[in-house]
């Protein structure tokens, strides 16, 4: 049998070592309360700057290979078509003009864009889908631009 006094020093270096460890636990949610308080604060003062300021709906322009470039802002109600860059506007504008869907060729034909060759219609096409992504122009299935009204 053992010692009870030697017992009794083993349970009391268990309580002395399981203090410590909980001691340190505490320790540790007391500084993560703090921290989680701190930012409390900041989000906050945040959330206050950006009721304040208001909402800017034009494009910031982005970088793609270290290259600026203009992002296309979505055409949703309170957005004007004068935030788009001009030849985006050109586009909407030859669509408007025609008289129903029209193909990306009838617009490069409207806007003076020499449709024989592939490499000019192609980047007119893109900024046709672009608009199209971004809400400007409606593209049914049967690959015509529209006006999305």
């Not at 304040?52 to 793609?64: I, L, N």
């Not at 001009?86 to 617009?107: E, K």
């Not at 219609?121 to 299935?141: A, I, M």
């Amino acid at each position: 049998m053992l010692d009870p006094a030697l017992l009794e020093r083993i349970t009391a270096r268990r309580a002395d070592e399981l203090e410590e460890r909980l001691a340190k636990q505490l320790a540790e949610v007391r500084a993560e309360r703090d921290e989680l308080a701190v930012a409390e604060k900041v989000l906050e003062r945040m959330s206050e700057q950006l009721a304040e300021e208001p909402a800017s709906t034009a494009p910031t322009p982005g970088h793609v290979g270290g290259r600026a470039v203009m992002l296309i802002p979505h055409g949703e109600p309170g957005v004007e078509e004068t935030l788009l860059p001009s030849d985006y506007q050109r586009i909407l504008a030859a669509v408007r003009q025609a008289a129903g869907p029209v193909m990306a060729r009838q617009v490069g034909e409207m806007l003076g864009v020499d449709i024989s060759a592939k490499s000019q219609l192609e980047p007119l096409r893109g900024k046709q889908l672009r608009l199209s992504d971004r809400g400007w122009l409606r593209k049914p299935p049967d690959g015509r631009f529209t006006t999305r009204l």
